[in-house]
């Protein structure tokens, strides 16, 4: 099956430094890529929507200077969290969507990224 | 607007024992709907899915059925194990110029020895 893979998984840094997490499809093109964070026993909240070779779509009350977002290909999309600061802490999960399954939209996932500020 | 209403958890359950984990929607037009699970500390992996009304989604011994009369996918296992301890996420996708996906709030399950 299509695999995504984030890296990072674990990440920590210290106030006021930028973290860059990577998500990449291995086995397709993913057309569309999507940024979620997740707060502790919490659903996904969906961040961002990115288009290889376009700007990503930004959900109302997410911060695009602070969450950058690049999908410079088919196989890789970037979460930078700029200037991070403590309440950053979150779970950070990217999704992938590839042609072949957009028919159904079914989502192929990363392992998630742990990133807590100091 | 779409949503996604899910049974809230915790779920506890001992080895063995019945699983049910409701979950009805709201949409226009005709989503495709999804079951997905989450291990602690990993990401979200897709567990089944339906994609028209009255398909059934089976895997791993889970299976729900596309009730669009009800609108309802509710996820059931026969007998759980230790191992499917995990928080289970209901979602469906909708194509409105844009495929859109919608998540339940997630069900946390603990199955006990």
């Known amino acids: 099956g299509a695999v995504v893979s984030q890296h990072p998984s674990w990440v920590i840094c210290k106030s006021g430094t930028s973290v860059k997490i990577e998500c990449r499809s291995l086995?397709?093109?993913?057309?569309?890529m999507f940024w979620y964070r997740q707060f502790p026993k919490q659903s996904l909240m969906l961040m961002a929507t990115s288009n290889e070779g376009s700007k990503a779509t930004y959900e109302q009350g997410v911060e695009k200077d602070k969450f950058l977002i690049n999908h410079a290909s088919l196989t890789l999309s970037t979460l930078t969290v700029t200037s991070a600061h403590p309440e950053d802490s979150s779970f950070y999960i990217c999704?992938?969507?590839?042609?072949?399954?957009?028919?159904?939209?079914?989502?192929?996932f990363g392992e998630g990224s742990r990133l807590t500020v100091l | 607007g779409d949503s996604v209403t899910q049974m809230e958890g915790p779920v506890t359950l001992s080895e063995e024992a019945f699983l049910t984990i409701n979950c009805t929607y709201t949409a226009t037009g005709y989503p495709s709907l999804f079951w997905y699970v989450q291990y602690p500390g990993e990401g979200l992996q897709l567990l089944l899915k339906?994609?028209?009304?009255?398909d059934k989604g089976s895997n791993k011994g889970f299976e729900a059925t596309y009730r669009k009369e009800t609108t309802s996918f509710h996820l059931e296992k026969g007998s759980v194990q230790v191992s499917d301890s995990a928080v289970y996420f209901c979602?469906?996708?909708?194509?409105?110029?844009?495929?859109?996906?919608?998540f339940g709030a997630g069900t946390r399950l603990f199955v006990k020895a």
């Open positions: 339906a994609t028209k009304a009255d």
């Open positions: 999704s992938a969507k590839g042609m072949v399954e957009s028919s159904t939209g079914e989502l192929f």
């Open positions: 086995d397709f093109q993913a057309t569309t």
């Open positions: 979602a469906l996708t909708v194509n409105t110029g844009g495929f859109k996906t919608i």
